[in-house]
């Protein structure tokens, strides 16, 4: 099979389909990272159809020739908002409704997809917005480009009500096809971050999830708020900026997952301020809450390191302007969070695939498995800036960007 290096090369697979073979694509890589804290070199990955086939270390030649790079799976953002994106006007615009249409909110939202898809995040979490359900369904269908998107559709508020009431609102989210569930257990950094619902709420909230098979993530910044949705069942706690000692080893207790968000989405906000400035919380005091912020959350993190247990994955939080520059957060959690590279990779990979309990579908490169795979001009083991260099993007067998013979 002749050499494919051409920059954004698309794997042709109809013809084969139409003679109901699985095509089968070849990739060698230099360095491959597998995702689970495995290193290989000068190996093959051999791609049936959307699936990994296997790794074949005995192969010498292949459809792609990335001996130079480093090979690892796709990354995996577990916490981004699709729909939320700067306007014709240039402001924030984090919520569909208002005067924009909708299907112009959905064509913004593609665009956020894509930027990330090209540099390397193949699966988002996204929540959440009732728009990404038809984006989610648009690209598993193949008719756009863009990551595999899991969405929670709308967040459940207090305003759901007592007990009876979140339990509908949970009902709901199912019925309109939420993959999973998103709970606002505190309120906003911006005000303050402290517990919106008492745990009699966390419990019907979780275990209404729980009953329909769905996880259940919550937006928690105050230590309480964690402490009762770890207690009522929920699968992650996202933000956790005023987390305390004795939260953190009840996560990990309990086996929770902790999705903290220590730089893009505030270095995202410190730089766009005008665009958001004005708009709901988004006021001066706001900025300064966040801004005390950051020092809290980036200890928080270091205290969630020194726990083993405690299984720490990669979330962005992106919103308006932060797509494409996902990785930000993972060389952050390096450089200046103290996280040993090979654990900041495995928990944007298959620790954050665990989390989405998809373990067996993505996050590693392995037989069985769908073949999304990133290519690095460099090894993130010894400058984890190399995420900055994604070259070669695959998702579910399909080559997407191949730009590792330019210049």
């Not at 193949?122 to 595999?148: H, K, M, N, Y």
């Not at 005390?292 to 299984?311: E, G």
Request: proline share 4%; with cysteine.
């Amino acid at each position: 099979m002749p050499l494919r290096c051409h920059a954004f090369a698309v794997a042709l697979t109809v013809p084969s389909l139409a003679l109901g073979q699985a095509p089968t694509i070849t990739i060698h890589a230099g360095t491959v990272l597998d995702g689970r804290g495995g290193v290989a070199r000068n190996t093959t990955i051999v791609v049936a159809g959307s699936h990994i086939l296997r790794l074949d270390p005995a192969l010498t030649t292949a459809t792609y020739d990335l001996g130079r790079l480093t090979v690892m799976p796709g990354g995996i953002d577990t916490h981004v908002h699709l729909t939320s994106h700067f306007d014709a006007n240039g402001r924030a615009h984090n919520d569909p409704g208002g005067a924009e249409p909708l299907q112009q909110t959905v064509l913004y939202a593609e665009e956020n997809a894509y930027h990330a898809l090209l540099a390397g995040i193949t699966t988002v979490q996204s929540i959440g917005s009732t728009l990404d359900r038809e984006l989610r369904d648009a690209i598993a269908r193949g008719t756009i480009p863009g990551p595999r998107v899991i969405t929670s559709l709308d967040w459940i508020t207090p305003e759901a009500g007592d007990a009876d009431g979140l339990r509908r609102a949970v009902q709901q989210r199912v019925a309109g096809g939420a993959d999973v569930i998103k709970i606002l257990g505190s309120k906003s950094i911006r005000e303050g971050g402290g517990p919106t619902l008492t745990e009699d709420q966390f419990r019907a909230a979780c275990g209404e999830a729980k009953a329909h098979g769905r996880r259940c993530v919550v937006h928690a910044h105050a230590a309480e708020a964690a402490r009762r949705a770890v207690l009522a069942g929920a699968t992650s706690i996202e933000h956790g900026v005023l987390l305390d000692e004795a939260t953190l080893d009840l996560m990990a207790e309990h086996g929770t997952f902790f999705d903290p968000n220590l730089y893009l989405v505030f270095q995202n906000y410190f730089d766009n301020k005008a665009q958001f400035l004005g708009i709901e919380n988004y006021t001066e005091e706001g900025f300064a809450q966040m801004h005390r912020a950051v020092p809290l959350v980036l200890a928080v993190f270091k205290q969630a390191l020194r726990r083993p247990k405690l299984r720490v994955v990669f979330g962005t939080d992106a919103v308006a302007g932060a797509f494409g520059k996902n990785w930000e957060e993972l060389i952050y959690r390096v450089q200046v969070g103290g996280q040993a590279p090979m654990a900041a990779i495995v928990s944007a990979t298959s620790l954050a695939a665990q989390s989405l309990q998809l373990a067996d579908t993505i996050g590693a490169l392995a037989p069985g498995l769908e073949a999304d795979l990133i290519g690095l001009d460099g090894n993130p083991l010894d400058d984890i800036t190399a995420l900055r260099r994604v070259v070669f993007v695959m998702k579910g067998g399909q080559v997407v960007k191949n730009v590792a013979s330019a210049p």
